[in-house]
T-cell receptor, first 113, second 114 residues
Framework: AQSVTQLGSHVSVSEGALVLLRCNYS??????LFWYVQYPNQGLQLLLK??????LVKGINGFEAEFKKSETSFHLTKPSAHMSDAAEYFC???????????FGKGTLLTVNP | NAGVTQTPKFQVLKTGQSMTLQCAQD?????MYWYRQDPGMGLRLIYY???????DKGEVPNGYNVSRLNKREFSLRLESAAPSQTSVYFC?????????????FGPGTRLTVT
């Protein structure tokens, strides 16, 4: 079985500040890890993913995430927040069962001017 | 390419009514999925289809049925809607069903059951 825990259902930062969204996973097999973003009233779109290889993964819009196997974590960061980053962010894991993604409950990011 | 399309975008039903949510993808993906999204719950898998001709239950299948009409289309049916099925429904597709490939999502259907 696999699971995802996103710490903090709501994170608020100031424009220009560091963004850190936390994700911990549980998987009985080597995981594939994803971050998706959902803007208001839209579907989800992929920010970045980790499959194999380099543990620091860069995605769109300046986001990156680091896979840390020893900590079972895949935290999402961005050095400087923009107002346009305000959205809900979902961490997801696959690998335990064929064809299925398991999502965390999401973190709503608010960016204050 | 339109990607993943869903119809309708909004729907209001009365308890006991039935309806079908439609989903189509033009990316030649083998796998398709239906999720529901509720506040604070993330996305929960209702049903999925690993390939044309196959469907399987996900985490929350009760009250729903699906049909994989062909490779492009995957529909979700509510036979007798209940207020607990008020939610936002997302369809997604994935190339090949390989675990490392991302899923592509449609814009969602907002369903209210009164």
């Amino acid at each position: 079985a696999q699971s995802v825990t996103q710490l903090g259902s709501h994170v608020s930062v100031s424009e220009g500040a560091l963004v850190l969204l936390r994700c911990n996973y549980s998987s009985s097999v080597p995981p594939y890890l994803f971050w998706y973003v959902q803007y208001p009233n839209q579907g989800l779109q992929l920010l970045l993913k980790y499959t194999t290889g380099a543990t620091l993964v860069k995605g769109i819009n300046g986001f990156e995430a680091e896979f840390k196997k020893s900590e079972t974590s895949f935290h999402l960061t961005k050095p400087s927040a923009h107002m346009s980053d305000a959205a809900e962010y979902f961490c997801a894991v696959s690998g335990g069962s064929n064809y299925k993604l398991t999502f965390g409950k999401g973190t709503l990011l608010t960016v204050n001017p | 390419n339109a990607g993943v399309t869903q119809t309708p975008k909004f729907q209001v039903l009365k308890t006991g009514q039935s309806m079908t949510l439609q989903c189509a993808q033009d990316m030649n993906h083998n796998s398709m999925y239906w999720y529901r999204q509720d506040p604070g719950m993330g996305l929960r898998l209702i049903y999925y289809s690993a390939s044309e001709g196959t469907t399987d239950k996900g985490e929350v299948p009760n009250g729903y049925n699906v049909s994989r009409l062909n490779k492009r289309e995957f529909s979700l049916r509510l036979e007798s809607a209940a207020p607990s099925q008020t939610s936002v429904y997302f369809c997604a597709s994935q190339w090949g069903g390989a675990l490392e490939h991302e899923q592509y999502f449609g814009p969602g259907t907002r369903l209210t059951v009164t």
